[in-house]
C-alpha cells in the first residue's frame, strides 16, 4: 500500500552554471538546493515562513539516476509523508525535463527528515527538539491536529506555485 502524502510542494527552475561543474553537468549538491526551494514554496503556500530557521534537516538521502545539465529545465516535488510529535518525513524527486533531443528523466529521488527546534532556537543550541506547533500541522494537513502526533489520519494534498 502507498501512503498519500499530506502535503505536496512544487518548483521549477534551470540548471545554472553555479551548479555544474565545469563540464556542464550539475554538481550533486544542486539537489538539496532544488529540494529545498520545493519545499520553501509550500511553507509559503501555507503561511509558514518561520519554518526554516527552526527545523533543521537530520537525515538527508539521494539516489542520483542521471543528470542535469546547463540550462535545463528542471522539476522538484516534495512530498510530506509523515508528520510525528517533533520530525517530518519527507521524499522528493527531481526531474529534468526534455532538454537537447534528451527526454524527461527522473535525476534524483530521496528522502529526508527535519525536525522542529523551536522558533528562534538555534538548531543544536540545547540539542533537543520541540513538538511542532499545532497551527502548522493544522496548515500543513488541513486538519485541527487532533489526529494524533503520527499523523495517521490522512491529510489534504496541495501543490505549491
Do not use: K
Not at 534551470?14 to 529545498?36: F, K
Not at 528562534?120 to 486538519?143: H, I, K, Q, Y
Amino acid at each position: 500500500m502507498t501512503l498519500q502524502p499530506l502535503a505536496v510542494g512544487i518548483s521549477r527552475a534551470r540548471v545554472e552554471w553555479v551548479d555544474t561543474d565545469a563540464s556542464g553537468i550539475y554538481h550533486n549538491s544542486t539537489v538539496t538546493r532544488l529540494v529545498e526551494s520545493a519545499e520553501s514554496c509550500l511553507m509559503i503556500e501555507r503561511g509558514l515562513p518561520d519554518y526554516f530557521p527552526s527545523s533543521p534537516r537530520v537525515r538527508f538521502e539521494v539516489d542520483f539516476e542521471s543528470p542535469l545539465f546547463f540550462t535545463q529545465a528542471v522539476t522538484t516535488s516534495v512530498r510530506l509523508m509523515r508528520i510525528g510529535a517533533s520530525s517530518m518525513d519527507w521524499e522528493f524527486e527531481v526531474w529534468g525535463e526534455e532538454f537537447d533531443g534528451r527526454p524527461r528523466r527522473r535525476a534524483a529521488r530521496g528522502r529526508y527528515v527535519t525536525v522542529h527546534v523551536g522558533v528562534g532556537r538555534r538548531p543544536g543550541s540545547d540539542g533537543g527538539s520541540v513538538p511542532w506547533p499545532p497551527e502548522w500541522r493544522a496548515a500543513l494537513t488541513g486538519s485541527d491536529g487532533s489526529h494524533g502526533a503520527a499523523g495517521e489520519a490522512p491529510g489534504r494534498a496541495g501543490s505549491a506555485r
